[in-house]
């Protein structure tokens, strides 16, 4: 399988497995960007901050995630991430439902 990299205005994102439903991704966001808003009414996303504290930005708020913790974005949230105190690589995985 071969890996996608896309370049993005706030870093990169390489992509390592997309296939039936489930992607797994790093995610380089570059210190004070933020990746643009998204919706996912079907999809389950976790995420763990490798790199640096992260935050993300849902409708109920917006709360940090900190170097090597893990947080869930549950489906039909729209979701921002940001890169706080340098820049950071976030592991992406997501199970599409339905």
């Not at 990299?5 to 995610?27: A, D, I, S």
């Not at 919706?39 to 935050?55: E, G, P, Q, R, W």
Request: hydrophobic content about 40%.
């Amino acid at each position: 399988m071969n890996t996608k990299m896309v370049t993005r205005p706030w870093g990169f994102e390489m992509v390592l497995f997309n296939k039936k439903g489930v992607t797994f991704k790093f995610l380089h966001i570059t210190s004070g960007k933020k990746t643009p808003s998204t919706y996912h009414k079907n999809k389950d996303i976790a995420v763990l901050a490798m790199d640096s504290n992260l935050y993300i930005t849902c409708r109920a708020g917006t709360w940090q995630v900190d170097k090597n913790q893990i947080q869930q974005i549950s489906p039909g949230n729209l979701q921002s991430l940001a890169a706080v105190g340098g820049d950071t690589v976030v592991a992406e995985l997501s199970f599409s439902k339905g």
